[in-house]
């Protein structure tokens, strides 16, 4: 019988893979074979709660638009942040480390996995995030659910009209949205070189983006 992939197989895997310029390359022949809508149809067989879903769509969109702004595979990098929590809703004690069952029975390879199970450095795996893409999955993760939380406070229930200061105040709140990690968003920006405001204000841009796609694909769905 053959041997279930692990999360150690896809960490040597990776280390194989030095530079951002493989990783570039990698992805566009990934996505040869692997499609928006087989990501869909995973993330769906294995999450049925609607704030799971939302938040994999609200992470793929913010992918998308900083693959788009630093020039890279808008859609491998869209199906990373769409199916980045695909086992948390039926695994949340093996987060990050279900995943590549998960991810390699439906067809997806070392590149997704890899990033996939990044994104749970330092909290469930010992996989650091090694190219851009991967920190900034990292990073953007919590935050996006951070700023979602303070969307739904305003009038408009929405990111369009929200500014840094607004959503610093809650940030700085440590009783606001207390499940998204600070420490986690913090050291993501570390990893990034990026100074913490530049990550706010970006994930917000990032975020109206794609805010009326996920609202329009809710609405479908519910």
Known sequence: ????PSVKDYTEW???????QSVKELSKAAM???????????????????????HALTVEGVMRYFAKEKGYDENFWGIAGLLHDIDFELYP???CIKAPELLSEGGFGDDIIHAVCSHGWAITVDIKPEHEMEKILYATDELT????????MRPSKSTQDMELKSLKKKYKSKNFAAG???EI???GAELLG???????????LAMRSCETSVNEKMSELY
């Not at 074979?33 to 939302?54: G, I, M, P």
């Not at 990026?194 to 917000?204: A, G, P, V």
């Open 93 to 95: 004690d093996e987060h």
């Open 145 to 152: 659910g951070l700023i979602w939380a303070a969307a739904e």
């Open 185 to 187: 968003i913090e050291r």
């Open 180 to 182: 998204c990690s600070r």
């Open 194 to 204: 990026w100074e913490l405001d530049d990550l706010l204000w970006n994930t917000i």
């Open 32 to 54: 040869d074979t692997v499609n928006r809508e087989k990501a869909w149809e995973l993330l769906r067989k294995y999450n049925k709660d609607s704030f799971h879903l939302r």
């Open 14 to 20: 990776r280390q194989n893979q030095p530079d951002e």
């Open 1 to 4: 019988m053959q041997q279930e």
